[in-house]
């Protein structure tokens, strides 16, 4: 008799509850089962189909508790997403065996190239080459021919002076710098070390070149700066070095601006000097002005409206007669309407004597004049001032005398006037007294201001 014991868990010595035996009688192909209380539930006559069929109704990977194990062939097992992460980032499979750097001219290793793509000396073999020394290719010594007994493969001798020699096996032209070297098969050969140019268009030898070499066949061996030498035509000319200066003075092809006009001026090719249209307004510095500007950003006017002077230097007289001071002198006033003031200080040579100031033409026609001024008789207030008017360009303003003689005293004036014909203007001085010296001293000024 067989047994079959299937388990949910380690078989024990005998049935217990959750066990179940599954036994074959061969003798007459019974199935009988029993279960964990050791009675027969069922049994029945079967087939080995049969039996096979109620195990693999009874037995899965469930109940042996491996339903997540897949019945795979190990060389077709699936891998993780990690490893394969993993093998993607390996090398390539080479086609062939890479050498280890670290092998690099050592021995049995390989040796490397030097900057020039070569192996350098020192890695090759000895017998490779050996330098037996300088050797005069004209006459072939010492004496090389092929075949030559005791001359080993590598031998080389270094041509000293140029030749041509015939080892055995034809003509060879050697230049001085070149190698002759033992070849295994017996002949010596040419190894050009030299600088010297060996062909000329692919040709050894005494080569001749022609024009037809450099592709020049068509152009003729004439001196172009003769004239007999070249044939002109209408198209084909001479060109004369005034025509090339007249050609270098041209302005080059384009389209430019050849003329200014309106407020920039300018003519001419090439580089011009433009000039800005005159706007009216005379050139020089303006103090205290009206500027009138147009739309273009053009002073077209500029009109001074105040001018200043001071008295650098003392003004004497001992004249009884006006005479114009030149410090306190104008420019040119333009027609108009203007107030004045001046103040200063001034000196007597005498008690008795007075000075006298005036505002008075001198290129200019004044229509009107109304003023007034003040003349002191001592300083600091202790006395009593001279008040005078002056209404017209002739009225005498002049104080009588003064209290104390060479001492400093004030006088000031201030008035309107007008000017008919532009012109100059200035301050008169006088002396009450002729052959007395009145002194106006420095730092008076004066002020004209146009009003209208």
Same mark, same amino acid.
């Given at each position: 008799?067989?047994?079959?014991?299937?388990?949910? &868990?380690?078989?024990?010595?005998?049935?217990?509850?959750?066990?179940?035996?599954?036994?074959?009688?061969?003798?007459?192909?019974?199935?009988?089962?029993?279960?964990?209380?050791?009675?027969?539930?069922?049994?029945?006559?079967?087939?080995?189909?049969?039996?096979?069929?109620?195990?693999?109704?009874?037995?899965?990977?469930?109940?042996?508790?491996?339903?997540?194990?897949?019945?795979?062939?190990?060389?077709?097992?699936?891998?993780?997403?990690?490893?394969?992460?993993?093998?993607?980032?390996?090398?390539?499979?080479?086609?062939?065996?890479?050498?280890?750097?670290?092998?690099?001219? &050592?021995?049995?290793?390989?040796?490397?190239?030097?900057?020039?793509?070569?192996?350098?000396?020192?890695?090759?073999?000895?017998?490779?080459?050996?330098?037996?020394?300088? @050797?005069?290719?004209?006459?072939?010594?010492?004496?090389?021919?092929?075949?030559?007994?005791?001359?080993?493969?590598?031998?080389?001798?270094?041509?000293?002076?140029?030749?041509?020699?015939?080892?055995?096996?034809?003509?060879?032209?050697?230049?001085?710098?070149?190698?002759?070297?033992?070849?295994?098969?017996?002949? @010596?050969?040419?190894?050009?070390?030299?600088?010297?140019?060996?062909?000329?268009?692919?040709?050894?030898?005494?080569?001749?070149?022609?024009?037809?070499?450099?592709?020049?066949?068509?152009?003729?061996?004439?001196?172009?700066?003769?004239?007999?030498?070249?044939?002109?035509?209408?198209?084909?000319?001479?060109?004369?070095?005034?025509?090339?200066?007249?050609?270098?003075?041209?302005?080059?092809?384009?389209?430019?601006?050849?003329?200014?006009?309106g407020d920039v001026t300018a003519s001419g090719?090439?580089?011009?000097?433009?000039?800005?249209?005159?706007?009216?307004?005379?050139?020089?510095?303006?103090?205290?002005?009206?500027?009138?500007?147009?739309?273009?950003?053009?002073?077209?006017?500029? +009109?001074?409206? &105040?001018?200043?002077?001071?008295?650098?230097?003392?003004?004497?007289?001992?004249?009884?007669?006006?005479?114009?001071?030149?410090?306190?002198?104008?420019?040119?006033?333009?027609?108009?309407?203007?107030?004045?003031?001046?103040?200063?200080?001034?000196?007597?040579?005498?008690?008795?004597?007075?000075?006298?100031?005036?505002?008075?033409?001198?290129?200019?026609?004044?229509?009107?004049?109304?003023?007034k001024w003040l003349c002191s008789q001592s300083?600091?207030?202790?006395?009593?001032?001279?008040?005078?008017? &002056?209404?017209?360009?002739?009225?005498?303003?002049?104080?009588?005398?003064?209290?104390?003689?060479?001492?400093?005293?004030?006088?000031?004036?201030?008035?309107?006037?007008?000017?008919?014909?532009?012109?100059?203007?200035? +301050?008169?001085?006088?002396?009450?007294?002729?052959?007395?010296?009145?002194?106006?001293?420095?730092?008076?000024?004066?002020?004209?201001?146009?009003?209208?």
């Amino acid at each position: 008799m067989s047994t079959i014991v299937l388990a949910q &868990q380690t078989t024990p010595a005998a049935p217990s509850v959750g066990f179940l035996r599954i036994y074959v009688d061969q003798a007459d192909s019974v199935l009988k089962t029993i279960d964990s209380n050791g009675e027969i539930k069922a049994f029945d006559l079967i087939s080995d189909s049969h039996i096979e069929s109620v195990i693999a109704g009874l037995v899965n990977k469930a109940w042996l508790d491996i339903e997540n194990v897949e019945n795979t062939a190990d060389l077709d097992k699936p891998i993780s997403t990690a490893t394969l992460a993993a093998l993607a980032l390996k090398q390539d499979a080479l086609a062939f065996t890479p050498e280890n750097v670290a092998n690099k001219n &050592q021995a049995n290793g390989y040796a490397g190239l030097d900057a020039t793509g070569k192996v350098p000396l020192e890695f090759l073999p000895a017998s490779l080459m050996n330098l037996h020394g300088s @050797w005069d290719a004209s006459i072939n010594t010492p004496h090389l021919e092929d075949h030559a007994v005791g001359v080993d493969v590598g031998d080389v001798y270094d041509c000293t002076v140029a030749g041509t020699v015939d080892f055995g096996h034809g003509p060879i032209a050697f230049q001085v710098g070149d190698w002759a070297i033992f070849g295994a098969d017996g002949h @010596w050969y040419l190894s050009p070390n030299s600088d010297m140019v060996r062909t000329v268009q692919g040709r050894m030898g005494n080569v001749v070149i022609t024009k037809n070499d450099l592709g020049l066949e068509n152009v003729p061996n004439v001196d172009a700066t003769i004239a007999e030498n070249i044939t002109q035509d209408s198209t084909h000319k001479f060109v004369t070095d005034s025509q090339i200066t007249n050609w270098d003075a041209k302005q080059p092809a384009g389209d430019y601006i050849t003329e200014l006009t309106g407020d920039v001026t300018a003519s001419g090719a090439g580089s011009s000097v433009a000039t800005l249209a005159n706007s009216g307004v005379t050139a020089g510095s303006y103090v205290n002005a009206n500027v009138t500007v147009n739309s273009k950003g053009l002073i077209t006017e500029a +009109i001074t409206t &105040q001018w200043a002077y001071l008295l650098s230097s003392a003004a004497t007289s001992s004249s009884s007669t006006y005479a114009p001071i030149a410090g306190l002198t104008t420019a040119s006033l333009p027609i108009g309407t203007y107030k004045f003031k001046v103040i200063g200080p001034f000196q007597s040579a005498s008690v008795s004597v007075g000075i006298g100031l005036r505002l008075n033409q001198v290129t200019a026609v004044i229509g009107t004049v109304s003023a007034k001024w003040l003349c002191s008789q001592s300083a600091n207030g202790t006395a009593s001032n001279f008040q005078y008017d &002056q209404l017209s360009t002739t009225t005498n303003v002049t104080s009588s005398a003064v209290q104390v003689a060479n001492t400093n005293v004030l006088v000031a004036g201030e008035g309107v006037f007008s000017i008919k014909t532009a012109g100059t203007v200035a +301050i008169e001085l006088r002396s009450r007294t002729a052959g007395t010296v009145v002194t106006l001293q420095p730092n008076t000024y004066l002020i004209i201001e146009k009003i209208i």
